[in-house]
């Protein structure tokens, strides 16, 4: 990745399962920066739904998002949105 870098930390508050991944994946596909998401037990393309299931994210957990390129806060800002919607949706 090259360019500006933004990063966050989000607690996870709920287990994040399938859904809440799918959507977390279409809002990184609409943005041309590169992200990340690490978790204690690794780390996923958010495009990616299998990769970020993989991560097995954890209630009380710390995820960090960093993303790179032309609009890596737009995209780092919709990640985090979408895994405070799962909290709302259960």
Same mark, same amino acid.
Do not use: K
């Given at each position: 990745?090259? =360019?500006?870098? $933004?990063?966050?930390?989000?607690?996870?508050?709920?287990?994040?399962?399938?859904?809440?991944?799918?959507?977390?994946?279409?809002?990184?596909?609409?943005?041309?920066?590169?992200? $990340? $998401?690490?978790?204690?037990?690794?780390?996923?393309?958010?495009?990616?739904?299998?990769?970020?299931?993989?991560?097995?994210?954890?209630?009380?957990?710390?995820?960090?998002?960093?993303?790179? =390129?032309?609009?890596?806060?737009?995209?780092?800002?919709?990640?985090?949105?979408?895994?405070?919607?799962?909290?709302?949706?259960?």
């Amino acid at each position: 990745m090259t =360019g500006a870098v $933004v990063r966050a930390t989000v607690r996870v508050q709920v287990l994040i399962h399938a859904r809440p991944c799918a959507r977390i994946a279409r809002a990184a596909g609409r943005h041309p920066a590169r992200a $990340v $998401v690490r978790s204690p037990r690794g780390e996923a393309d958010p495009r990616s739904v299998l990769e970020l299931l993989l991560l097995e994210a954890q209630p009380g957990e710390l995820l960090t998002i960093e993303a790179r =390129g032309p609009d890596a806060q737009a995209l780092v800002d919709a990640i985090a949105d979408e895994l405070a919607r799962a909290v709302q949706e259960e």
